[in-house]
């Protein structure tokens, strides 16, 4: 009797440390894809309207308050990021800002703002160019034109272009 229960414990701790060891191996991890450009999203803002008050010098040097306004498009609103673009491959395809869109929990597409100048004006300072982008690294505010209605709900932004693929999720 007392030998069946030796058994029966070397069985049981036989057991445990298989489970012990088995738990402490690392899992392996799927290698992340690589980037020729990377995108990254320091922070966002949803706006409806912007609004900015410049103090303009008249000729007698008194000060004049003029307030500046920008307005999107009826039923839309900004979609206002801060990101960085870094080159990180060593393939010489260029950053297209084609190819970077906001998605919305639908599925639907918006692109960059043709001309997203008006930032500068608003304190979204420094603007990132909207022209192609070849090497380097380039930090700055851009801007969207979304419907009000997909504001409301799951943003990402995605870039998918010849050897970078990226999804960010914005808000969910």
């Known amino acids: 009797m007392q030998k069946k229960f030796i058994n029966s414990l070397f069985f049981v701790f036989i057991v445990c440390c298989s489970l012990l060891v088995a738990s402490c191996q690392t899992p392996k991890k ?9 995108v990254a999203v320091s922070k966002f803002e949803i706006k409806d309207s912007l609004a900015a008050v410049e103090g303009v010098t008249q000729y007698d040097g008194s ?6 306004t920008q307005t999107p498009d009826s039923g839309k609103v900004y979609l206002i990021l801060e990101a960085t673009v870094s080159k990180v491959g060593n393939q010489s395809d260029p950053f297209d800002w084609q190819w970077l869109v906001v998605k919305d929990s639908a599925g639907n597409s918006y692109s960059r703002m043709e001309n997203d100048s008006f930032l500068d004006q608003y304190q979204f300072s420094p603007r ?12 700055g505010w851009m801007c969207f034109e979304i419907p009000a209605a997909a504001a409301k709900a799951k943003l990402t932004l995605t870039y998918t272009a010849a050897g970078s693929q990226q999804e960010i999720v914005l808000q969910k």
């Open 128 to 139: 990132i160019t909207g022209l192609e982008l070849r090497l380097g690294e380039y930090s």
């Open 30 to 38: 799927t290698p992340a894809p690589d980037l020729n450009w990377q």
């Open 63 to 68: 000060i004049l308050n003029v307030t500046h």
